[in-house]
């Protein structure tokens, strides 16, 4: 257990920190910026820019047509939380479970359990925490939603233990991961499910994960190491990760246009639904964006992160949502 301790400050330091005294008792003016040093470090570690993978909640509430739905919309915001606290309390297990591997990773070292500026115990006090939370408010909402949370749970739980490591199973679990978000709005949203919409989420984050795996994987390779840390891949997996990733961004797209053809075009709240097929289009040139960076070396090992930085992702998404917006409105 002695590679799960976070790194100890220096007793040096730590004695030259500045006293004062009041009321009688010596103070150590340092607590107080050690404490929030630790509150940051926790915040940090729940990810919170991750919440942002959560707003798939809202897209059943959007492709059901419940867009005025004061209802709907209500669930969906209080589902977004209950499912966001989950997710932080299962990246806290995740980062415990991987603290050796964390240490020797490229960018993962700079983590707060990592590099021992959150300490273990505050971290194993905030999981139960988050995951009690996040079930009395999903449960609060509707059983089934919460269910869903139990199923992320447990699955995500597997993944972090043990599914991570074994090749191709760790991918595909991942868009099991992110489709799961989306059945949990349908549950909140109280709309019928879409089997287009599901294999199409499932295709689609198959592919950003492949991406994810190939950068790791590339970069491993450019480092002169055989194996990547912590996972199940070496470096001649990368022809492979590249051809996989991009057979599935090609799988999503035509997924994407039969669940227009097929669900979307029959949809009577769309009052433009020709506008849609701007998505599919889109859809394509942002996954080959995607991809053109991953096998160029430039594609950030966090998907989240680069979505939510890239010009071109953020110009994207925009473009596929207005699309939505305008079959509906114009």
Partial sequence: MDSLEPQ?????????????KASGAQIDLALAPANRGVAFA????????????????????????????GEAWSACVLGFIAFGLLA??????????????????WSKCARPLANGDLPTAVALAAIPLGVFASLIIAASVDRGAAMVLLVYAALTLTYSFRLKRVP???????????????????FLAKVAVSPWLLVFSMFLF????????????????????????????????????????????????????????NEAFSATFYKSPTVLWAVPAILFLWLSHV???????????????????????????FLMAAAFVGAWQL
């Fill in 42 to 69: 926790l915040l940090k570690s729940l990810r919170l820019h991750q919440w942002a993978k959560n707003l798939l909640v809202f897209v059943p509430l959007v492709l059901g047509g419940k867009i005025l739905s």
């Fill in 168 to 186: 191709m199973v760790d991918v595909f679990a991942l868009a099991v991961l992110f489709t799961l978000r989306i059945v949990f709005g349908i």
């Fill in 206 to 261: 198959m592919s950003l994960s492949l991406a994810k795996r190939h950068t790791e994987v590339g970069r491993t390779g450019a480092r002169g190491r055989e194996h990547v840390n912590g996972r199940g891949y070496v470096a001649k997996d990368g022809p492979l990760l590249l051809g996989l990733g991009v057979s599935t961004a090609v799988g999503a797209v035509l997924i994407m246009v039969l669940y227009l053809v």
């Fill in 88 to 105: 932080s309390a299962t990246y806290l297990v995740n980062d415990l479970r991987d603290l050796p591997f964390d240490r020797l990773h």
């Fill in 291 to 317: 991809w053109l960076l991953a096998g160029r070396d430039q594609l950030d090992d966090d998907p989240v992160h680069f979505a939510l930085t890239d010009r071109t992702s953020l110009c994207c998404g």
């Fill in 8 to 20: 100890r400050a220096d007793p040096a330091l730590l004695a030259a920190r500045p006293r004062a």
